[in-house]
């Protein structure tokens, strides 16, 4: 594996250089096949074990940290940085992309403040998990391409291991570099420097003019309208979204607490650490906008403040055509106007809130619903049969015109999928690897690559959770 330095070559003052610090009888826990063929490589091997548990270091390739800030909670901390992720470099794909290779958890670095530079074993996996199932479901996301386990002692709430997620990242730049420099560093040179960079890496058909910045934020706008418009329309409660936690290309960023949702509830919590439900699953959409206005004043020094205006302005209806292009395709009805299909949305939501109904599941049963019938298996799961007749008969007047059901039914399993990475799931494949299986982990894996297949033999997967699993929130000491 070649690797480029763009990022260390051309961005002086915007890393610190760094070793990892190596781990203790390292072992591979996972290893995506798909990652690993999109880079080229070969299967698994002794030296590329020793690469990734940071204990040999790759020739040549200048390790590094980054340097950022971010509004955490609300709150701005002006200097975080890469307290426990080192990037080694940019490798190319086979499409000729580049992704920046990182190892999460190798270790202190300038950044690391108190923390110990470390990951255990159950965020690595958990990380790992997430980012493959979203790539999957088709949604923006980072990849992971292995996870490597170790003997290391690692400190938590009681002792645990240590690993390292190898995670790919088209870039690491996050809106807390822009804050950084501007209400750090407060040198306009630099900040230039960086949207320069990040538009020539990233936004190639742009120029770095005035014109080109302003159509860069627009299309920042956009990307992060649409990949929330993605979690929305998925379940998926990413549960830390501060600004250094959000992608400069909108694809999701740092696995944390996040959460599928079993059952509905708009309002779901799935941060331990955030009590007053800040990132709850219904404050996405607004939360992507406070922080692109975040994103938008580290800005002010380089583009003019009706350019970045004129950008936020295109939030709500970038968030809204590309939330109800997926739910359309998710119910199989042709588009009405938007207030119409908004309240048939709306509708389904409050009634799955309402009936206590597992969102995933309530979803892929309309890949079982025949055009035209006067039945749907979904009224059986609820309560409330009066409310389900009430939604259920306006939708079915918007799904006409199909010739083929069967091809229907064949588009919604495509747009539902039956299997998503289930906390509980995660929970159970984890514990058994703490233990020394795999197996579990490794039968998982293989499961969220097919998402939206039937796969016979794993519907007890699709399952909703036990009393045990429902709603159940991670630790954020990761
Ligand atoms: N164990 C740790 N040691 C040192 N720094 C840490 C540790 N855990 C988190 N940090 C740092 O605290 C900040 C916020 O942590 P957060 O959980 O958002 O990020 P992360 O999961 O470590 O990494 P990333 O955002 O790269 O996915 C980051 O700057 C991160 O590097
Ligand atoms: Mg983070």
């Not at 800030?69 to 499409?95: C, N, T, V, W």
């Not at 003019?304 to 302005?313: H, I, Q, T």
Request: with cysteine; net charge negative; glycine share 8%.
């Amino acid at each position: 594996m070649e690797l480029r330095q763009d990022f260390v070559n051309q961005l002086p003052g915007a890393y610190s250089l760094v070793e990892p610090e190596g781990l203790d009888n390292p072992r591979w826990l996972m290893w995506s096949q798909d990652a690993a063929h999109m880079l080229n490589l070969a299967e698994p091997d002794a030296n590329a074990l020793a690469v990734f548990s940071g204990n040999a270091r790759m020739q040549d390739a200048s390790y590094y940290a980054q340097v950022y800030a971010g509004h955490q909670f609300g709150g701005y901390s002006p200097r975080l940085g890469d307290g426990r992720a080192m990037i080694l470099g940019e490798a190319k794909d086979i499409h000729g992309e580049f992704w920046d290779i990182a190892l999460k958890g190798a270790g202190k670095t300038p950044y690391s403040r108190h923390g110990d530079g470390k990951a255990v074993l159950r965020s690595a996996v958990r990380e790992f998990l997430a980012s493959e199932a979203l790539y999957h479901l088709g949604i923006p996301t980072t990849r992971a391409l292995a996870v490597v386990g170790s003997d290391t002692p690692v400190w938590r709430e009681t002792q645990e291991t240590g690993a390292i997620t190898v995670r790919l990242a088209r870039s690491h730049i996050r809106f807390g570099h822009f804050e950084y420099i501007t209400h750090g560093e407060q040198d306009r040179g630099r900040l230039r420097e960086l949207v320069n960079f990040t538009i020539a890496h990233h936004f190639p058909h742009l120029e770095a003019n005035a014109s080109g910045y302003k159509a860069w934020f627009a299309e920042v706008v956009r990307l992060t309208a649409e990949m929330i418009a993605h979690w929305q329309a998925s379940g998926f409660a990413h549960g830390v979204m501060n600004t250094d936690n959000m992608s400069i290309l909108g694809d999701t960023f740092d696995f944390g607490p996040f959460s599928f949702l079993d059952t509905y509830q708009e309002g779901f919590i799935c941060n331990h650490s955030d009590p007053h439900g800040r990132y709850a699953f219904d404050q996405q959409p607004g939360i992507g906008l406070w922080n692109l206005q975040r994103l938008a004043q580290a800005l002010v020094p380089l583009i003019p403040s009706d350019d970045l205006m004129a950008g936020l302005n295109g939030y709500q209806q970038a968030l809204v055509d590309k939330y109800l292009q997926l739910m359309r395709n998710r119910l199989g009805i042709v588009a009405a106007d938007e207030g119409t299909d908004l309240a048939l949305v709306g509708g389904l939501m409050k009634l799955m809130q309402n009936n206590h109904l597992d969102y995933t599941n309530s979803m892929r049963a309309f890949a079982g619903f025949e055009p035209g019938a006067m039945e749907f298996a979904l009224r059986d799961e609820c309560r409330d049969t009066a409310e389900f007749d009430d939604w259920f008969s306006a939708y079915r007047d918007r799904v006409n015109g199909v010739a083929d059901a069967g091809d229907w039914q064949r588009q919604r399993a495509a747009a539902n999928p039956k299997y998503i990475l289930r906390n509980y799931l995660a929970q159970q494949a984890i514990e058994a690897a703490e233990a020394g299986d795999n197996q579990p982990l490794e039968t998982l894996y293989q499961l969220l690559r097919n998402p939206f297949d039937e796969q016979a033999d794993m519907t007890q997967y699709a399952r909703r959770p036990p009393d045990w699993g429902e709603g159940l929130i991670c630790s954020c000491s990761s």
